[in-house]
């Protein structure tokens, strides 16, 4: 009965392990993740109102990335502490930018609505290539990037992780109000 149980614990990490690995074109993902340093790829998506957005129109300010899906739990619960961010930081020198992986744009949309979601909200559709350029297909998924287009950090802490805020109030122009 061990064995069993070790031999179906073993295929499943082996799955896990594999499915970082593999894209979406069922591929083996041989390009090294990008890392902090490296410029941050472009990108082109829609947001919940139809109008494209790409990352030229967002250039000039710090982004705070989430990669995440309305299925997803752990990025629901994510989500007051996003919000809580936005607020602490609005008219500041940040986007908060939320990238979503769904695939059913109605329910994506209709979701983004009842929750009030705010940042920058966008969808990738069937391009998944950003995603997949930091090596790494699970979700939530926090990406830093500065306001010049680099990568801060590739896998940031998330807003519900103590010394996230203070780290997003360390940036270089972001200044602490007196009033929080």
Known sequence: MKIVFITLVMLALSNTLWADVIGKDGKVNSVKPLQAGD?????VFEDVFGKIVTS???????????????????????????????????DKNIHFVSISCDRNKQKW????????LGGIQLRMD?????????????????????????IIS?????????????MLWSLKGIHKSKKR
């Open 126 to 150: 069937e391009d998944w290539s950003f995603m997949e350029a930091f090596g790494n297909r699970k979700i939530p998924r926090f990406i830093l990037v500065s306001p010049k287009g680099k």
């Open 39 to 43: 410029r941050c790829p472009e990108f």
């Open 56 to 90: 030229k129109d967002l250039k000039g300010k710090y982004l705070f990335i989430d990669i995440w899906a309305t299925w997803c739990p752990p990025c629901q619960d994510e989500l007051p502490f996003l919000q809580m961010l936005e607020e602490k930081f609005r």
């Open 109 to 116: 949309q209709k979701f983004v609505k009842e929750k009030n």
């Open 154 to 166: 590739p896998k940031t802490s998330r807003p519900s992780e103590s010394g996230t805020e203070e």
